[in-house]
């Protein structure tokens, strides 16, 4: 770990351009957002407070 630490960087990458533009497109990507999600039913209402906060100014 101390050696990787120390080492000079030499700023280049060891795979073909192409290769980080399909890994970006294939993180970064999509294909389904245009899908309609349908209506959201599933979504849970929050129960309502049971104590009252006093919010009055001291």
């Not at 192409?18 to 959201?40: A, F, T, Y």
Request: glycine letters at 4%; hydrophobic letters at 20%.
């Amino acid at each position: 770990m101390k050696k990787l630490l120390r080492d000079n960087r030499s700023g280049r990458l060891d795979c073909p351009r192409q290769d980080v533009e399909d890994h970006k497109r294939n993180v970064h990507s999509d294909e389904n957002r245009e899908q309609n999600l349908g209506d959201p039913k599933m979504l849970m209402s929050p129960e309502q407070p049971k104590h009252v906060n006093d919010d009055a100014e001291p």
